[in-house]
């Protein structure tokens, strides 16, 4: 044989799970996205066929919905604990067990200035993660934010690059920043409360996002992930992924008009990409 | 020659604009996505290639830029106007000008409670819509909502319908109710402020959608279309599209289990779609 | 009551199928996606939630899957008919009945020269499409084409058209025309061979469109109508929209460097967009 | 400072080119989109502001086009290594530079049985990927495939797996396979020719899922990557990824019919997805 297997992985990927809790005529919903992925000695799968180690993706997929019904679903951590634990005593083939969660947001309708009881309007395409991963020796712990689409039409300048033959990008000390945060977080060990941290991080980002004077997109990262690590102890280090979404000024003046930032053409493609992590000390 | 010309149109679509207004420190943002097309004696260009009648659609982008720096943007269906206006005075050649125009949301990001002057963060994916159209006779205009996503967890039932050889459905007098609005309504008189109309028939159909006891998506939406033609006295008709889209309850019973309208599998596809038009009598 | 119904419909979108016929060893497989829609006397439904005169679209699902078991799937036309049937004998309640169904293209993988009797690799995103309709009093067909990419690279100018004040385009004789092919188009009656019927439609545009020399996109659409009328008797008239994406020729002058139409940038917005009827005479 | 820059990395993203080569009246088209990135010593941009190591994401787009001008885009490995030298020749801030290629597939339009000089029509979503990486000591190569979409309709089995409590699946001797091939393989060294390499690959992997008898997705993605790296010796090793599509047999028994694998629900979510290197020995 002149291959041999190196590192594997399967599971159940997009297992789209509705969870409503009543508290009476108030009903509390959450909609979730699980990837489910085991590690492990999958040798004589791979190699002869033989499916005896095997937990099929199918059963990942039904045990999803089961322990949906006999655990919390949130935090959406506490779920992921609950899934990668019965997932390793599933089946003792597996050395590791992952998973990921996304939760889509909805909101509750306001009728006559009153949330609604069990009525839901959208939120934003904003996503909030969970990636749990599990061995024989324990838990690990991550959280993230997905889509969180942000600007600002001031307080951002690009300035004093290198130039070559071939720049044509004029420098600027007045420009739009627009950027859809991609943000994933370790923590050293679980937060007393993970919806508290998730929250206190989002918040840290944003905040850092509109109050920063930027001098470029890579230094706003870094504020913003320092920002992050400030605001939760347990936050021991976090990946930001931003992309440069550039908002180009349209050349008015071939009109004989003046454009003072004012009229701008967002573009999708191509985009910046800056990426960095940020690493408590 | 076998064949002759029928109906045409061409334009511009998908021309992207970002606007900002500024209010001392204080900035007002608009991004939308903006459609134009001219119907008219087109004859020539089709037939002969002549080229002589035609406003280029690079054309119909510059200008939009340029309307977008001397006129306002907001309330759209007021851009709208000026941009058909301008259309038809730009070539004798068009009969008629159609302007579609989709508002994208941005919302203030709060920092330490207060709605801040320059940052925003992205809305849902729900959009605004305006639509309007002109003849060297007047104006017509039509608003829109796109993509807004509800849900409702009770208070919607579907019984008493045709059985077959091909029903597997049960009867249900608790299920969730999900669907994404399109709604499409036509004025026929320009309401006196676009902002309020849009409101108001925005409000109608989301406290209806949250209020109704519905027996079928069917009744509901003609009790949202009747809700919005009450809203507003302009609103002459309004053509609803409602998807289904079906939350499975998950079978738990294989697993000892009972599922009392607590576990959902949310679908994509297949999805019923129901659509119909209310008219003002 | 302020409000009236107008027209309405209801149905299931999105049912997705795929069909195997076995022929030995040798497989045949069809994938389809099938809209079916209601037309009717549906007033008690949407006005009192009476559920009475409803079929649901639940069976809708069912029906489509049952009848690819009982009857062929291919031409796709043949099966909108059966459908169609079905569907007004289902429920006398029912005045009209749409089906509109997409072929996605699966080819043979080819394994040593030769194509493989059951393994398939997925053809273009193009999809052949078909529309049958019916009323009380019988049924009427069109076909179609989604989503068919072409470009040439050579043999389409723009000249001659209006300049204003915001005109910037400049004239060309030599610019790259890619577009994606919408058409939908009318039977008279049902050709003796869907299949054929379809490939020769299909021949015609491509021939056309790669042989025309090319004034404009609305010259050339002209052209691939008109050939398409001329391709199959049975095609009362066709309806053909067009997008023109811009490949722009990339500025290299400024790096000193000449660009003789070799290096472009594809875009996707904004897009020009030409639609026309073409009828036979 | 509480946190510390950890690894970065910046760059340019969906940089769109389309390269057009004549030869005499019969025209070569190329359409790639280009993503470039560097890491380096970035510290001073993060932490300071400091702009003075950044070559801007505008400049490395203007350079691709200027390179695609001045070097041959095809084949793409040799494409990325040209990009890879210029820019960390245009920056000695950057200890690496990364590219990765995705070719888009157009293929000539036949015109009476001949493939058309000029016109094209675009090909399957299937993506040739090329990923090049340098240091100052050298290049490294990656080829791979996206989004190649292959099914067969039996020789597919899956039985003898783990069943637990929240086991639902049957057994099957004959099942759909169908998967969406992601692959990337490392070359130990550059292969003399890059287009015939990166053809034998997926010809091996094409042909290997065609002619496999298999009894799990891990079974044949093994077969897959071995014939892989059997079929080109600089292959070093192979990742693929292979969702695991499920083609759900529709339950016609509730009909009184049967289904004897001949009808069939294609799904997108969820699915398996299975993950493995395999590496030459």
Same mark, same amino acid.
């Given at each position: 044989?002149?291959?041999?297997?190196?590192?594997?992985? &399967?599971?159940?990927?997009?297992?789209?799970?509705?969870?409503?809790?009543?508290?009476?005529?108030?009903?509390?919903?959450?909609?979730?996205?699980?990837?489910?992925?085991?590690?492990?000695?999958?040798?004589?799968?791979?190699?002869?066929? +033989?499916?005896?180690?095997?937990?099929?993706?199918?059963?990942?997929?039904?045990?999803?919905?089961?322990?949906?019904?006999?655990?919390?679903?949130?935090?959406?951590?506490?779920?992921?604990?609950?899934?990668?634990?019965?997932?390793?005593?599933?089946?003792?083939?597996?050395?590791?067990?992952?998973?990921?969660?996304?939760?889509?947001?909805? +909101?509750?309708?306001?009728?006559?200035?009153?949330?609604?009881?069990?009525?839901?309007?959208?939120?934003?395409?904003?996503?909030?993660?969970? &990636?749990? @991963?599990?061995?024989?020796?324990?838990?690990?712990?991550?959280?993230?934010?997905?889509?969180?689409?942000?600007?600002?039409?001031?307080?951002?300048?690009?300035?004093? &690059?290198?130039?070559?033959?071939?720049?044509?990008?004029?420098?600027?000390?007045?420009?739009?920043?627009?950027?859809?945060? @991609?943000?994933?977080?370790?923590?050293?060990?679980?937060?007393?409360?993970? +919806?508290?941290?998730?929250?206190?991080?989002?918040?840290?980002?944003?905040?850092?996002?509109?109050?920063?004077?930027?001098?470029?997109?890579?230094?706003?990262?870094?504020?913003?992930?320092?920002?992050?690590?400030?605001?939760?102890?347990?936050?021991?280090?976090?990946?930001?992924?931003?992309?440069?979404?550039?908002?180009?000024?349209?050349?008015?003046?071939?009109?004989?008009?003046?454009?003072?930032?004012?009229?701008?053409?967002?573009?999708?493609?191509?985009?910046?990409?800056?990426?960095?992590?940020?690493?408590?000390?």
């Amino acid at each position: 044989m002149p291959a041999r297997l190196g590192a594997t992985n &399967y599971g159940k990927s997009r297992v789209r799970l509705f969870r409503v809790v009543r508290d009476g005529a108030r009903h509390h919903v959450a909609e979730l996205t699980v990837d489910v992925a085991l590690e492990g000695a999958y040798q004589a799968v791979h190699l002869e066929g +033989d499916n005896a180690a095997v937990l099929p993706t199918d059963t990942m997929r039904n045990t999803v919905y089961a322990m949906a019904k006999e655990h919390p679903v949130t935090p959406i951590e506490a779920f992921g604990r609950t899934l990668v634990r019965h997932f390793l005593g599933a089946t003792h083939h597996a050395d590791g067990a992952r998973v990921r969660i996304a939760a889509h947001g909805w +909101d509750r309708i306001t009728v006559g200035g009153t949330p609604h009881d069990h009525s839901f309007v959208r939120g934003s395409a904003e996503r909030r993660m969970a &990636y749990v @991963s599990a061995t024989r020796g324990g838990e690990r712990y991550s959280a993230g934010i997905e889509d969180l689409e942000v600007l600002k039409t001031t307080r951002s300048s690009f300035e004093g &690059y290198i130039k070559d033959r071939f720049t044509t990008l004029p420098e600027t000390r007045d420009r739009i920043f627009s950027t859809v945060v @991609s943000a994933r977080w370790a923590y050293s060990a679980a937060p007393a409360d993970f +919806d508290a941290a998730f929250a206190a991080v989002r918040t840290a980002m944003l905040e850092t996002f509109a109050g920063h004077d930027s001098k470029s997109v890579q230094q706003t990262l870094f504020a913003m992930g320092t920002a992050a690590i400030d605001a939760v102890p347990e936050v021991s280090e976090i990946r930001l992924s931003l992309p440069n979404r550039h908002y180009l000024l349209f050349d008015l003046a071939r009109f004989g008009m003046e454009n003072a930032n004012e009229v701008f053409v967002p573009t999708s493609e191509p985009h910046g990409l800056i990426e960095a992590t940020v690493v408590r000390e």
